[in-house]
T-cell receptor, first 114, second 113 residues
């Protein structure tokens, strides 16, 4: 069974600080990886995704993530956060062999202090 | 505008009273899915559908039913709701490939007393 683990449940940063959120997954086959963001009171929106090719992927709003296959990791990064990045972030995986199953991590709440 | 529409946004009901949460998408997506979001537990998949008349269980299907009679609609049915089904529910859709990102509805906050 596939699973996703997010290392930090709550991260507090000051504006302009750098961000890295950890995500590890467990699945032996082909995976497609996603990061979603949920702003307060809103639905989830896609930040970025990886399915093949360059392991460093860039998303919206200056976010990027690196897929490291040997470590089963897909960490999210942003060089300089803004107050408007305050949100909950979810890592998710869909397997190549069972496209129906979507597994999410528990989420990381990011609070950016102005 | 491409969107996933859920109704109602808020629902308060009593134990045992059957309810349906509707979900509709206008993107001609083959895949649709339901999730519940609980604090500290992230999103957990309830049921999904790969296409019309094709549904399958997710990780937490107990107490829920779904149907997919039309491509655009994927209602979630709670035949006999219980307080442990109090949660925030999201419907999502995507193209059929596993590399396709999910498009989410705005959520339905359900309270069962």
């Amino acid at each position: 069974a596939q699973s996703v683990s997010q290392h930090n449940h709550h991260v507090i940063l000051s504006e302009a600080a750098s961000l890295e959120l950890g995500c590890n997954y467990s699945y032996g086959g082909t995976v497609n990886l996603f990061w979603y963001v949920q702003y307060p009171g809103q639905h989830l929106q896609l930040l970025l995704k990886y399915f093949s090719g360059d392991p460093l992927v860039k998303g919206i709003k200056g976010f990027e993530a690196e897929f490291i296959k040997s470590k089963f990791s897909f960490n999210l990064r942003k060089p300089s956060v803004q107050w408007s990045d305050t949100a909950e972030y979810f890592c998710a995986v869909r397997s190549g062999t069972n496209a129906g199953k979507s597994t999410f991590g528990d989420g990381t709440t990011l609070t950016v202090k102005p | 505008e491409a969107q996933v529409t859920q109704n109602p946004r808020y629902l308060i009901t009593v134990t045992g009273k059957k309810l349906t949460v509707t979900c509709s998408q206008n993107m001609n997506h083959e895949y649709m899915s339901w999730y519940r979001q609980d604090p500290g537990l992230g999103l957990r998949q309830i049921y999904y559908s790969m296409n019309v008349e094709v549904t399958d269980k997710g990780d937490v299907p107990e107490g829920y039913k779904v149907s997919r009679k039309e491509k655009r609609n994927f209602p979630l049915i709670l035949e006999s709701p219980s307080p442990n089904q109090t949660s925030l529910y999201f419907c999502a859709s995507s193209l059929s490939g596993s590399d396709s990102p999910l498009h989410f509805g705005n959520g339905t906050r359900l309270t069962v007393t």
